[in-house]
């Protein structure tokens, strides 16, 4: 069964960092565009970052920019999110997506992505 996992989350001071993890199971990463989403409480799942097959294009929702940094490792199967200076409002479950192979939708669109993973809780306190 292709699957994606996250781990990484857990709870976190305001100002601390946390670094997600998304590794694949019966799905070879290189081959897929890759983004990264969270979804609060009674709020729309939102995109957080994206990253191209290779690692030479990020993309960024502007709530996260400068603060969150997206990248891969194609040997390790996996894609990472760190995540620095985090604050309350960055409390959700953070989830990995897999863009459909040889899609060329946006990153920013749940409708480009095929696979997702079942997510890991970010919270933050104040």
């Known amino acids: 069964q292709v699957q994606l996992v996250e781990s990484g989350g857990g709870l976190v001071q305001a100002g601390g960092s946390l670094r997600l993890s998304c590794g694949a199971s019966?799905?070879?990463?290189?081959?897929?565009?890759m983004g990264w989403f969270r979804q609060a409480p009674g709020k729309e799942r939102e995109f957080v970052a994206g990253i191209s097959s290779f690692g030479t294009i990020t993309m960024y929702a502007d709530s996260v920019k400068g603060r969150f940094t997206i990248s891969r490792d194609n040997a390790k199967n996996t894609v990472y999110l760190q995540m620095n200076s985090l604050k309350p409002e960055d409390t959700a479950v953070y989830s990995c997506?897999?863009?459909?192979?040889?899609?060329?939708?946006?990153?920013?669109?749940?409708?480009?992505?095929?696979?997702w993973g079942q997510g890991t809780q970010v919270t933050v306190s104040s």
């Open positions: 997506a897999a863009i459909r192979f040889g899609y060329s939708g946006i990153y920013s669109s749940t409708q480009s992505y095929d696979v």
């Open positions: 019966r799905l070879t990463l290189s081959n897929r565009r």
